[in-house]
């Protein structure tokens, strides 16, 4: 509606009125709009920047708050997983190794499967771009067994990808077609066309 393309519109002005009013929980809601709002604008740096801001709310929020810190400290780890992106696309990979691992760090303060599952694929990337493919392997493949367990199909798919890549850039064609034709029946299920459009394009081009 008008009122949240307009509040979207002024998230960075809302973003720093509510973190130095020490309003976190709101700050960190409308900085990290304004984060993804610079992201889609490849204002990268500028990007980052909310991103940490983001991080640094939710956190105080959670150290004055005794309840509903698991949920503050999931919210972290999407917010990180967004930065480890930010991280890749400028060429900060140790930057991006440095965030997987607070995410799985705060998979075990928490004891959540489905972080701890999202740092093991962001390990799997992070190896993958420094062409360490088995070290690749390993840590999506731990990723998706972990997300499959929980029944996340629409997550397992971006492990099943991961995988296919990951053959695809070791030169592994059979196997790599094999992950990226498993995608298409679950990208069916959860009923993301686009998804499965990929499936079939990445297959074309093996």
């Given at each position: 509606?008008?009122y ?13 009125h ?23 604008f ?43 992106t930010?991280?890749i ?61 929980m ?15 990951i ?28 998804l499965?459009a ?9």
């Open positions: 509606d008008i949240r393309d307009r509040r979207r519109e002024y998230c960075e002005m809302l973003a720093m509510f973190y130095k009013g020490e309003v976190f929980i709101k700050a960190a809601k409308y900085s990290e709009t304004a984060g993804d709002k610079l992201a889609g490849y204002a990268n740096e500028e990007a980052l920047e909310y991103y940490n801001q983001a991080i640094e709310a939710l956190n105080k929020q959670a150290e004055s708050d005794e309840f509903g810190i698991a949920d503050r400290r999931r919210r972290v780890g999407d917010v990180a997983v967004k930065r480890i930010l991280f696309h400028t060429g900060k990979i140790d930057d991006a190794e440095k965030d997987a691992s607070y995410i799985s760090d705060l998979s075990r303060e928490i004891n959540d499967r489905f972080l701890e599952s999202t740092a093991l694929n962001s390990f799997g990337l992070i190896a993958r771009l420094r062409g360490d493919y088995d070290k690749a392997i390993e840590s999506t493949e731990k990723a998706l067994e972990i997300r499959e367990a029944g996340r199909k629409d997550s397992a798919v971006g492990c099943l990808n991961g995988l296919g890549v053959y695809w850039s070791k030169g592994d064609l059979e196997k790599s077609r094999e992950y990226f034709e498993r995608i298409i029946p679950l990208s069916e299920q959860t009923g993301n066309k686009r499965v990929d499936a079939y394009n990445n297959i074309s081009l093996i």
